[in-house]
């Protein structure tokens, strides 16, 4: 049994903290080989009702009346918790996402990481007092919306449910959380654990089902306060319509095409692996994948060939077996990658990885491309693929290098590798993008750092400090006392 050491029945929701059977159901399958895992409830619109009033409920209840710093030692709690458990979440990661089992592992730990973070943030956050006329005492209080909805994406459950359950609990929130239909045992698990580790019940909600049926019922229910979403643009887009009917606030976290500027001064020792895990990570199904390296001309071939014989060396496999990429989450998936491939038949390749002999024929594998010399405008250097494919794209200036790096819709992620500290400078503040990296990519994930885009990536932050600002609300406080 998947689940086994988790207390979840199969095929149920978690609300009011009863787990709660389904009538219908879905079937999770395991994108390495194709077989099915188990049954997950396929969630109503009558479901998410009911998950929306326990949060209602818990908000009047021991949840609503609680001290931040109680708030703050349970989510530390179930940090601890996550911590003994993460062999056993990172199983279930790789079984249902198809994601190299090292890289599920990173993953457990960044969701422990999250409950320590907003465990220890949650009575951290103030209010502040405000000069004001003769006569008055103004002052600031930050409380929650009050019941927040989380839609997430299948590609990296556990660290999306920290960054955003964890800061909405931290908060004060209630939540509902619908995680996607092809992913969904870890969000269950997390729901288990909090519930071990003391959360009251309907603090945390757990709706799984299909993003037409459960997803759209979430986003249109007008007892949610709050929405955040990590998804696709067009997805996205659903969403943030339904919220305007409700006129409630929503975070998005969309897509990227994030490049990575490598200038000829570069540490290319350095910058190697970044330039290609950033690609190749999760299988490309990355929101703040690299997909795009500018090369400035005077190193372009050294990068190339130094990626491409990176390339060569990924291996291509099941997930358990931990190989260097996994396969897609799903045969969409892999078709949609495909095409994008398919699209590339103009342009010249400079390598791919293998996918290994004896890979199950129905895993969702697909070989890792590196596209060389792409045009900046191309369909390739312009839409979000979501599969392991970057292109290399050279540029002479920097003044070309910030044009071409600019020239998308999104505006999530960028890097500058170059030792010239003045147009590290430069370019942090001249790039479009929600977090700019010099001479690193990613800095590890930090779980302290503001995250989140422009343009079609979206808006708002999650992560870090700032994650609390965004799941809660200021009231002003005015009193005449003359
Ligand atoms: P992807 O294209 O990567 O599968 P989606 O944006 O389609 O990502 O899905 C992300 C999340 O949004 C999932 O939980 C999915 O169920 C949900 N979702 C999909 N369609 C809708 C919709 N119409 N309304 C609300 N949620 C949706």
């Given amino acids: ?156 459950p556990m660290q999306i449910i920290g960054r955003s359950v964890g800061a909405a609990l931290a908060m004060g929130n209630a939540c509902v959380l619908k995680p996607a239909e092809e992913a969904c045992l870890t969000a269950l698990a997390f729901a288990a654990l909090a519930q ?98 500018l090369v400035q001309r005077g190193v372009y071939a050294k990068v190339r060939d130094r990626m491409a014989a990176a390339y060569t060396a990924l291996t291509v496999g099941p997930a358990l077996t931990d190989p260097s990429v996994g396969p897609l989450i799903s045969a969409r998936q892999k078709q949609i990658v495909a095409g994008f491939l398919d699209q590339g038949r103009d342009l010249s390749i400079a390598a791919q990885g293998k996918i290994v002999e004896n890979a199950p024929s129905a895993g969702h594998y697909i070989a890792p491309t590196l596209f060389d010399n792409v045009p900046p405008n191309h369909p390739l250097a312009q839409q979000e693929i979501f599969g392991p494919v970057q292109v290399l794209i050279p540029f002479d200036t920097e003044e070309d290098a910030v044009a071409i790096a600019n020239g998308t819709e999104f505006g999530l992620v960028a890097a500058v590798w170059t030792r010239d500290g003045a147009r590290q400078m430069r370019l942090s503040k001249a ?5 700019v990296f010099i001479n690193n990519y990613g800095a590890g994930g930090g779980v302290e750092l503001p995250f989140g885009g422009t343009g079609k990536s979206g ?21 005449w006392h003359g």
């Fill in 1 to 156: 049994m998947p689940l086994s050491g988790f207390a979840i029945p199969s095929a149920s929701h978690l609300i009011a903290g009863e787990w709660t059977s389904a009538a219908s159901t879905l079937t999770l399958t395991n994108p390495s080989d194709g077989t099915d895992i188990t049954s997950i409830a396929r969630g109503t619109a009558a479901d998410v009702d009911a998950a929306v009033t326990a949060a209602k409920t818990a908000l009047t209840g021991p949840w609503g009346q609680m001290t931040a710093t109680e708030r703050g030692r349970i989510l530390s709690r179930l940090g601890q918790l996550i911590l003994t458990r993460t062999e056993d979440l990172a199983q279930l990661e790789a079984r249902d996402v198809g994601k190299p089992i090292t890289q599920a592992r990173a993953d457990a730990v960044a969701l422990a990481r999250y409950m320590e973070f907003y465990g220890g943030a949650a009575d951290k956050i103030m209010g502040e007092t405000i000069p004001y006329l003769q006569g008055y005492t103004v002052y600031t209080l930050r409380e929650p919306h009050g019941v927040t909805g989380h839609i997430i994406p299948w590609n990296y």
């Fill in 196 to 293: 071990e580790a003391g959360l009251p019940a309907g603090a945390l909600n757990v709706v799984t089902g299909l993003g037409a049926e459960a997803g759209a019922a979430l986003s249109a229910h007008p007892g949610v306060n709050h929405l955040s979403f990590t998804g696709s643009v067009g997805v996205g887009t659903l969403i943030q319509t339904a919220a305007a009917q409700n006129v409630v606030p929503v975070t998005l976290e969309l897509g990227g095409k994030s490049p990575q500027i490598v200038f000829d001064d570069a540490d290319l020792d350095r910058a190697l692996p970044f330039l290609v895990n950033a690609g190749i990570q999760n299988a490309g199904q990355t929101c703040s994948a690299s997909s795009r390296i």
């Fill in 431 to 435: 790039l479009h993008a929600g977090q």
């Fill in 459 to 479: 808006h708002g932050r999650e992560k870090g400090f700032e994650a609390l600002y965004g799941f809660s609300t200021l009231k002003t406080v005015a009193t």
